[in-house]
């Protein structure tokens, strides 16, 4: 590794949910470690995620996910340059312990601290992922508890084109997923059982909003494949579950790409991204790949562990607000409602 004396190491966390995170990221491209905790099979438990035991691992793993990415990285907190944490969007116990734990660290090393938008950092997972990748482009952002499409017109500025009027796409997914007993989370579950379905078995409604041309609605869909298990109760008909949701997924899929490659076109863009958890649907890759690749429009999208919530994420976005000099107070609190670009 060759060292030179401009470059930015950051320790980043994350836990704004159900992962405990922490990772070393040089430049904001290249990560040096990344070490997830996933608490899913506790809550898998409970079917959710239950906010107060959420909490509760976080903190008893904290320490130890943050010694394993300095020692994966070869580092010593004292040869970080700066500490970012995720302070919102999410659930505010959770929040809380990050944003904690990061404001003692960098305290008792006397470094910087770099709030990041949990939303923005999912975006910046492309920047790791895709080295040549610039603003602007227009971002499909899918994940449990956002749907946005956006411009990214540069570091750190996006210009919000949709999102979703109700549920959140993978808030779809695991609702779904729950309705037809494949547990959680859903998204991955029926990732994989809609591989055995026909896409075209049932007609479902599109997640579209009429009056709007980007906005979602996972409402009306949701209730449409809860009425058709419903009628087939009723009727004592058998539901083929891989059948369902494989025409769910589509549902969601199709509209997912229109909205975006027409967001593209309108906007005169050939590069288009996506983020989240939902964009490691294998599904909706390859529907937006084809698509792509017809329309002429470069797409990027990050592997699946960079695509559910991490922190290497967080330490790239945590760079570019480093380098444009955004530095957060020992007052950083957590905002468990905040908005894409908001600071
Ligand atoms: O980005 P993420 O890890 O957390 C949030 O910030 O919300 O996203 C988690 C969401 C869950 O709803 C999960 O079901 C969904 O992403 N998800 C998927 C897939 N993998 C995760 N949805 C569809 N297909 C997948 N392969
Ligand atoms: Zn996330």
Redesign the pocket.
């Known amino acids: 590794m060759t060292e030179n004396s401009s470059d930015v190491r950051i320790l980043a966390i994350e836990s704004?949910?159900d992962?405990t995170a922490a990772a070393v990221v040089k430049n904001g491209r290249e990560v040096l470690s990344n070490i997830i905790y996933s608490q899913i099979a506790t809550h898998t438990m409970y079917g959710g995620v239950v906010p107060e035991i959420a909490s509760r691992k976080h903190i008893e793993k904290i320490k130890q996910v943050v010694e394993s990415a300095l020692k994966e990285a070869d580092m010593t907190l004292e040869q970080v340059d700066a500490v970012g944490v995720t302070y919102g969007p999410?659930l505010v116990g959770p929040l809380l312990i990050g944003v904690s734990a990061a404001k003692a660290l960098a305290w008792a090393a006397d470094k910087p601290l770099v709030g990041v938008n949990?939303i923005e950092g999912?975006v910046a997972a492309n920047f790791i992922a895709s080295p040549e990748l610039e603003p602007p482009f227009v971002c499909l952002i899918v994940?449990?508890?956002?749907t946005h499409l956006v411009v990214v017109e540069d570091y750190g500025v996006f210009r919000i084109l949709g999102r979703s009027r109700d549920d959140?796409?993978?808030?779809a997914?695991?609702k779904v997923?729950r309705s037809v007993g494949l547990g959680y989370?859903?998204?991955?579950k029926?990732?994989a059982k809609a591989k055995e379905g026909n896409p075209d078995a049932i007609q479902f409604p599109q997640a579209k909003v009429r009056e709007s041309a980007y906005d979602f609605s996972f409402s009306g869909l949701k209730s449409a494949v809860l009425n058709y298990q419903n009628h087939a109760k009723m009727t004592g008909e058998e539901i083929n579950v891989a059948d369902l949701v494989a025409s769910f997924q589509k549902a969601v899929v199709d509209v997912l790409v229109e909205h975006t490659v027409a967001a593209a076109h309108e906007y005169g863009f050939r590069q288009v991204a996506m983020a989240?958890?939902?964009a490691?649907?294998?599904a909706?890759r390859n529907a937006m790949k084809t698509r792509c690749e017809r329309e002429g429009i470069r797409l990027f999208y990050p592997p699946?562990v960079l695509?559910?919530?991490n922190a290497a994420m967080i330490g790239s976005a945590a760079y570019y607000e480093y380098i444009a000099g955004n530095r957060s107070g020992w007052d950083l609190n957590a905002v468990p409602g905040l908005k894409l670009g908001e600071r």
Request: proline share 9%; with cysteine; glycine share 24%.
């Open positions: 704004s949910c992962e999410g949990h999912h994940s449990g508890g956002h959140a796409a993978g808030e997914f695991d997923a989370p859903g998204g991955p029926i990732d989240g958890g939902v490691s649907n294998s909706l699946p695509c559910t919530d």
